[in-house]
Each structure stands twice: as structure tokens, then as C-alpha cells.
């Protein structure tokens, strides 16, 4: 059982909708982070919060936008998605300043 | 920058044998971590073992063990006693001490099969 929970687990999408993808943790952390996990790419990192703050964004467009209302949850709202943008989506998290990450099981998203 | 690689894209190892798993990594840095991180089918990114690069004494996890090595900048995975649940891809991973949080750098990962 994983301390953190994605949802849903798979998704297909339109390239006209709009759609969320959802990660709650249950480890009492403070920090909690978005990968990218592409076929054929290392992990990239897209997004950091911090106490529900942004603290990095690492140059992701504009059609993926997160949001962290509380600590314990992290939202990735899609839009106008584009087909290269098909990938595993993993949700992690830490203690702020903690230097170990625990994972997700990802979102798998198809955009057609 | 800094970059990791992870030379065997595929490995095999026999039930209750040994296997190895490479890494290099290239930095500059001199303080930094180094991880070991485990992707079943389930495709969640599990940590296996993790190492302080100050920390002359290899980390060691029940059946994983490392091998770091900071001047030659390699940090291989030892897997004994292989179990078939240990069949994964392996991603090793480089963090600067004090960096820019969330920031792993991985590996393109290590496939091991196991077979029984």
C-alpha cells in the first residue's frame, strides 16, 4: 500500500478537454512534487510545491496547470493537451528540505 | 551539468543468484546524494537504497547493497539472493545536497528479469 494515491489511474483524453489528475498523501509531508515519465525519456520533474506554495516550475507549457490547496493534496488540471503529451504522470512527495521522495503508481494518460 | 547513466539497458539474473546493476554519474559537486529506485509493473518508483556521498561506508538494504565508488563517480546496485519480485526496472538517481528540492536526476533505467 502506497503512502501516496493517484487518481485516476488511467485517462484518455481528448485534445479539446479539459481534465484533472489527482494525488493525495497520507506521510505527513509538507512538500510534494509532478513527473513527467515519457516512453523514451529519463524523469523529468515539471513542478515543486512547497507548504502548498509553488516553488518550481521547470519550464512546463502553459496547458498543464497544477494546484495545491492544502499539503496533503496536489491537483494537475489539463487542457488543449497535445498528442506528444501522452506519458506517465507520478505524484511524490517529502518533507520540505527532505532529501528521500516517495512516489506514486503514476497516472497513465493518453491524449488522442 | 550534472547527467547519470546507466550503461545495461537489459539484465537477466537466476532465481537466488547475484546480480549487479551500473551507474555512473558525472558532477562537479562534491556533496550530493545518490538513489536507487525500483519501478515494478505497477509502474510506482519505490526507493531501494540511497547513499550520502560524504559517507565513505556503502549503504546496504537487506538483500541490496551499493558500491560507491566517488572518484571514479560510479554507484552500482547489488541485488543477492535474487527473488522474482525483484524483477523491475531500476533507476539510479543523483541529487545535489542542498539543490533545488525535487530535482532528481535519473538514469534511462536498468530492466532485470528474473528467472526462476
Known amino acids: 500500500e502506497t503512502g501516496v494515491t493517484q487518481t485516476p489511474r488511467h485517462l484518455v483524453m481528448g485534445m479539446t478537454n479539459k481534465k484533472s489528475l489527482k494525488c493525495e498523501q497520507h506521510?505527513?509531508?509538507?512538500?510534494m512534487y509532478w513527473y513527467k515519465q515519457s516512453a523514451k525519456k529519463p524523469l523529468e520533474l515539471m513542478f515543486v510545491?512547497?507548504?502548498?506554495?509553488?516553488?518550481e516550475n521547470n519550464s512546463v507549457p502553459s496547458r498543464f496547470s497544477p494546484e495545491c490547496p492544502n499539503s496533503s493534496h496536489l491537483f494537475l488540471h489539463l487542457h488543449t493537451l497535445q498528442p506528444e503529451d501522452s506519458a506517465l504522470y507520478l505524484c511524490?512527495?517529502?518533507?520540505?528540505?527532505?532529501?528521500?521522495?516517495?512516489f506514486g503508481e503514476g497516472s497513465w494518460l493518453t491524449v488522442v | 551539468a550534472q547527467t547519470v547513466t546507466q550503461s545495461q539497458p537489459e539484465m537477466s539474473v537466476q532465481e537466488a543468484e547475484t546480480v549487479t546493476l551500473s551507474c555512473t554519474y558525472d558532477?562537479?559537486?562534491?556533496?550530493?546524494?545518490l538513489f536507487w529506485y525500483k519501478q515494478p509493473p505497477s509502474r510506482q518508483m519505490i526507493l531501494v537504497i540511497r547513499?550520502?556521498?560524504?559517507?565513505?561506508q556503502n549503504a546496504t538494504e537487506n538483500r541490496f547493497s551499493v558500491n560507491f565508488q566517488k572518484a571514479a563517480k560510479s554507484f552500482s546496485l547489488k541485488i543477492s539472493d535474487s527473488q522474482l519480485g525483484d524483477a523491475a526496472m531500476y533507476f539510479c538517481?543523483?541529487?545535489?545536497?542542498?539543490?533545488?528540492?525535487?530535482?532528481?536526476?535519473f538514469g534511462k533505467g536498468t530492466k532485470l528479469s528474473v528467472k526462476p
Open positions: 511524490a512527495s517529502s518533507q520540505a528540505g527532505g532529501n528521500t521522495i516517495y
Open positions: 506521510l505527513g509531508h509538507n512538500a
Open positions: 510545491y512547497n507548504f502548498k506554495e509553488q516553488t
Open positions: 558532477t562537479s559537486e562534491s556533496d550530493y546524494y
Open positions: 547513499q550520502e556521498a560524504y559517507k565513505q
Open positions: 538517481a543523483y541529487r545535489s545536497y542542498g539543490g533545488s528540492q525535487g530535482n532528481l536526476i
